[in-house]
């Protein structure tokens, strides 16, 4: 083996054994409150009596016993320290992310001195934020304004090598205005910024970014290294276990008797993997060079193929119950309890896939695509349906977890320890060393992209608080909140895409929040209803052109033209751009299952940030349910130009309009807009081109 080949080998081995530390740090991290549990029941059962003492007594007993003491020793050193909580995760990403950053040999010096650039950083700071967890007062060193701007500087390299070049220009965009908005003159409006000096701003930058928890160590990295990983690790065992292969089978098996069969095959299975993974773009390249060439073969131009995989893996980022990490930026942001958000999140879910589902459907008829061969759906056999466990038994283990206790780390856990448990049963090939250490390296690599783009974003988030623009900001829009509603969700929903046309969806988030921060009550809708607006058109900006990254992500691999593939995308997936004005307007589609805790035995769910369910009535839910189905079929029909036939461009206009009708809070719009939609199919289905053939011709 040559030289080169043999350093890269190594590198590659400490990486592998970097992740696989970083994976077991994060189980360690989520297993804190089983362990806690464990240990009182421990205590509990072996100690005679412990039910007849006192709660001091008990409480003294529980601290004072061995295991108790030797537990909580740990939670103090490990568990509890910030520098350690929010350090470690931050220092295993860069190692692992710069030791692979350059691939020539010729490079391999600048990742080995980049990553002890960055780990030596991190770990000074995580010793002395020791001091921070001990009570004294943080603040700035004079060595820390040597370490701040290296870590700054190698988090923009990350960025830009990672993530192009939007996101980087986007962060140094907000560095330098940091440091001369105080030249920007009065009449810039909200640019206009303080004229602090150079160094009190750098000053200001350290103390808050780097002595304290800001900046790179603030709230996004903070959200996802208390609740996240521990979903990323748990998704990486059972696609580790070869489960992706019966994943696809079953997806095949659901959905190819339909007509499209192959193309909704492909919305199956990222819908399913979407319960698992929650991300777009690892969505797309995992499933769609299985799904798109499937998907052109059954004959469907390429450009659809891309968009198919692409509008159904952006879906997964609002898919219960492992939605995207910005779905946990909602729960810290607004102080909700994560299984809130994932009971909220269900029906908006599930209409999207069946926007999604409806457009395939009326293309393939279009184009006269058949059924998915029956040689290309085969059944599953016995084996393969007992296999099929392996998705129900840890879904279902997380769902209840989450529903029963808030403790998301907790539920994740648990989840983790029936999917890996499902895979050693069920899949006889995964007991084997090396496929569970794989598995654990792509849980740690996987962790370490997340880490990588939240430390972007959490610079991005900091320096828009510090420098005042937020402030400024939300001033403007709460003066334009004073107007009509829809007009200020429309401003929020065009700023959301602007955004997320260069930026992850969780930085998109983030920015308007912020900029909402002042104007939330002035708009006048439930904290959730907005968080949860902003973030569907967060996630659908990664399927809206000119830069629809998801559809970029799949055009390659469908060998199509990304920016058509962005198109098609975008019309695959309009149910997405509709649910979140629904929901704002219909808050029955949101809030009316919250009912189930009640059913379960829980109190009535009560919170400031949403409406209670016994404030909406069965009639409103159920006429949103019948009105948005009816506006999906309406909707995907006329974009698609066909249903049983060919549409005429008059039909198309009016089932357009009599679709977005349907969705006025107004009875007297919507009621003759119901008749108008219904009569439009009738007319089509029976009246117009009678003797036209329906069938498709594959």
């Not at 943080?138 to 070049?165: C, E, H, K, M, N």
């Not at 299985?290 to 059954?298: C, D, L, N």
């Not at 159904?312 to 119950?321: D, H, K, L, R």
């Not at 977890?401 to 403790?407: A, D, E, T």
Request: proline share 6%; charged share 10%.
């Amino acid at each position: 083996m040559s030289e080169p080949r043999l350093i890269r080998s190594f590198d590659e081995r400490l990486v592998d054994l970097i992740a696989v530390i970083f994976t077991l740090v994060i189980l360690f991290y989520s297993a804190s409150g089983p362990i806690s549990d464990f240990v009182r029941w421990f205590i509990e059962t072996t100690t005679d009596g412990f039910q007849d003492l006192s709660r001091r007594e008990q409480r003294v007993l529980l601290r004072e016993h061995w295991l108790g003491a030797g537990w909580r020793a740990v939670e103090r050193g490990f568990l509890q320290p910030t520098g350690l909580i929010l350090g470690l995760p931050i220092t295993f990403a860069f190692a692992i992310t710069l030791l692979t950053l350059h691939k020539r040999p010729g490079q391999r010096w600048l990742n080995w001195a980049m990553m002890l650039a960055a780990v030596g950083s991190f770990t000074f700071w995580i010793i002395k934020l020791f001091g921070t967890d001990a009570g004294l007062l943080p603040s700035a060193q004079p060595v820390d304004f040597v370490l701040f701007p290296v870590v700054t500087a190698i988090t923009l390299y990350l960025a830009w090598r990672l993530f192009g070049g939007f996101i980087a220009a986007f962060c140094l965009f907000w560095v330098i205005y940091y440091f001369t908005r105080g030249l920007f003159p009065d009449w810039t409006g909200i640019l206009a910024g303080s004229d602090a000096t150079f160094i009190q701003n750098l000053r200001a930058m350290v103390q808050n970014f780097w002595a304290q928890t800001g900046g790179v160590f603030g709230q996004p990295l903070q959200v996802v290294s208390g609740n996240v990983l521990i979903f990323i690790v748990f998704g990486a065992v059972l696609m580790g276990s070869g489960a992706g292969d019966l994943l696809m089978k079953i997806a095949n098996r659901l959905t190819g008797g339909f007509i499209g069969g192959a193309a909704h095959s492909a919305v199956a299975s990222s819908a399913l993997f979407g319960t698992l993974s929650g991300a777009a773009i690892s969505n797309v390249v995992s499933t769609g060079v299985m799904t798109i060439p499937v998907i052109k073969r059954a004959g469907f131009k390429p450009a659809f193929a891309g968009a198919v995989e692409a509008a159904a893996s952006t879906g997964g980022q609002v898919m219960p119950p492992v939605m995207g990490v910005v779905a946990f930026f909602v729960a810290g942001q607004i102080g909700l309890e994560y299984r809130y958000i994932v009971v909220a999140a269900i029906l908006p879910a599930l209409f999207y896939y069946v926007g999604t589902f409806l457009s395939v459907y009326f293309e393939a008829r279009k184009q006269g695509v058949g059924t998915l061969p029956s040689e290309a759906r085969p059944r599953l056999n016995r084996h393969e349906a007992v296999q099929s466990l392996v998705f129900v038994i840890p879904l279902g283990v997380l769902s209840t977890f989450l529903f029963i206790q808030p403790s998301v780390p907790k539920a994740g856990f648990y989840g983790f320890l029936a999917a890996i448990g499902s895979a050693l049963v069920l899949f006889p090939e995964f007991r084997n060393r090396e496929k569970i250490w794989r598995a654990f390296v792509d849980a740690g690599r996987m962790s370490a992209s997340i880490i990588t783009i939240v430390a972007a974003i959490g610079l991005i988030v900091g320096l828009i608080q510090l420098s005042g623009f937020a402030g400024r900001l939300s001033l403007l829009l709460a003066q334009l909140a004073s107007g009509p509603l829809f007009m200020v969700l429309v401003v929020v929903a065009l700023g959301s895409i602007v955004l997320g046309m260069g930026l992850p969806p969780g930085a998109t988030y983030f920015i308007i929040v912020i900029a909402l921060s002042s104007g939330i009550e002035a708009v006048g809708i439930p904290d959730l209803s907005l968080h949860l607006f902003v973030v569907f058109f967060a996630v659908m900006s990664t399927v809206t052109p000119p830069v629809a990254l998801a559809a970029f992500a799949a055009a390659p691999i469908a060998g199509a033209d990304p920016i058509r593939t962005g198109f098609e995308a975008a019309r695959i997936g309009i149910a997405g751009f509709l649910i979140p004005f629904v929901f704002v307007y219909h808050p029955a589609m949101l809030y009316k299952l919250m009912v189930v805790f009640e059913w379960a035995g829980g109190d009535v769910v009560q919170s400031r940030a949403m409406l209670a369910a016994a404030d909406i009535s069965w009639g409103a839910f159920a006429w949103i349910l019948l009105a948005f189905s009816l506006t999906l079929w309406l909707l995907t029909s006329a974009m698609a130009g066909h249903e049983r036939h060919r549409l005429t461009p008059v039909e198309r206009v009016l089932r357009i309009l009599a679709g977005l009708a349907l969705l006025a809070p107004q009875i007297p719009i919507a009621g003759p807009a119901l008749a108008l939609g219904v009569a439009l199919i009738a007319y089509h289905r029976f009246i117009a081109n009678p003797g036209a053939d329906p069938t498709p011709h594959p």
